[in-house]
């Protein structure tokens, strides 16, 4: 089974290159890297660091899926409103979720800010993890030296002293978790106001989602989280097929950018591929009962299209993989 690492990221990519040695030191050999941050621009150059470093430094054998992988909560620099924190802790619980079938997934909450870390832990309660744990470095020198605006003016040689400090100065703090993956179902008919076992409404009333026989303002964000990450399709089984014509050099580059891009980020894209494309077509298209046609204007081409075949079994979860496809165009063509 494949061992994940899921991290949170702030100002110090230091606290990840720790977290996967000190893991190795335990036996638990990571093999992917996946990271939640925000637009943030110290964190965005922590991650750019982190994307040049891993492959290069653990010579292959970590995975960083960063560059198409990493669950960016793009829309914000800080998770300091209540938009922020309910897409912030949608993210954490369908990371959490697309993994929990096939691989073990060990969650650091030591970097980026106190919410993430607080967030990221309510969705391990919810969805479950492997281990949950915190990082503390015992040298305080080292610690300073692995802030991004220190380490990037670094030459290689001298940041590895301060990403992978010696094995004895970096401290594992195992925290513990309450699993309620069993309970999400009795959770979810408890916070519509359903009827539901005496034990359950008084687990949401003692949390604060319920009070007084109607559904608190918290209860109505983690209601929201948990449907529209349940409501969307199963993750697949295995890799996303990934079937591509020959085409020109640039267009070629920007297809498998994309292709890349949806495999990588959509765990319920199970084979992609390239279709043409014409102008004036919508961006996401729903093609029952399971498809999903694309069409990108490109910068550099005039454009690219694609044909996705889902896991959706029925219409409403087609039509929340094209919000979520939709989400993610939006994102990234603002950037173009």
């Known amino acids: 089974m494949k061992k994940i690492l899921l991290a949170t990221l702030g100002e110090s990519p230091a606290v990840v290159t720790e977290a996967i040695d000190r893991l190795k030191s335990d036996e638990v050999d990571i093999g992917a890297v996946t990271i939640l941050t925000t637009k943030d621009i110290y964190a965005q150059e922590a991650l750019n660091l982190l994307a040049q470093h891993i492959p290069d430094y653990y010579q292959g054998r970590v995975e960083f899926q960063g560059v198409a992988g990493t669950r960016l909560v793009d829309a914000f620099y800080d ?8 897409e912030f ?3 954490a619980c369908s990371v959490l979720r697309d993994y929990r079938r096939w691989a073990e997934v060990h969650v650091c909450i030591a970097g980026g800010r106190k919410a993430m870390s607080a967030l990221l832990t309510l969705a391990v309660q919810f969805y479950g993890a492997t281990s949950l744990f915190h990082i503390i470095l015992q040298d305080p020198e080292i610690e300073e030296g ?7 003016n670094l030459p290689k040689e001298e940041q590895n002293r301060y990403l992978h400090p010696p094995i004895d100065q970096i401290k594992l703090v195992r925290l513990p978790f309450i699993g309620l993956f069993a309970m ?4 979810l008919r408890g916070l519509r106001g359903e009827e539901v076992r ?3 409404r008084e687990l949401l009333e003692q949390n ?21 990450v349940e409501t969307l399709p199963e993750p697949r089984d295995g890799e996303c097929e990934i079937k591509l014509a020959e085409k020109e050099p640039k267009e070629v580059a920007e297809t ?8 990588h980020r959509f765990s319920f894209v199970k084979r992609i591929e390239d279709i043409g494309w014409r102008e004036g077509q919508p961006k996401v298209k729903p093609e029952p009962p399971d498809k999903l046609v694309v069409f990108v204007p490109g910068r550099r081409v005039s454009g690219v299209g694609f ?12 039509q929340r993989a094209a919000q979520e496809v939709e989400r993610l165009l939006n994102r990234e063509l603002h950037r173009l």
């Open 146 to 152: 692995g802030h991004i605006t220190k380490l990037k």
């Open 184 to 187: 999400l179902g009795d959770i």
């Open 79 to 86: 998770v300091d409103s209540d938009k922020a924190v309910t």
């Open 256 to 263: 498998c950018k994309w292709a890349d891009l949806f495999a």
């Open 198 to 200: 005496g034990e359950v």
């Open 208 to 228: 604060g989602l319920w009070q007084g026989g109607n559904i608190t303002e918290l209860g109505r964000m983690v209601l929201q989280v948990l449907e529209n």
């Open 89 to 91: 802790m949608q993210e």
């Open 307 to 318: 044909r996705l075949t889902t896991t959706a079994q029925t219409e409403g979860q087609l």
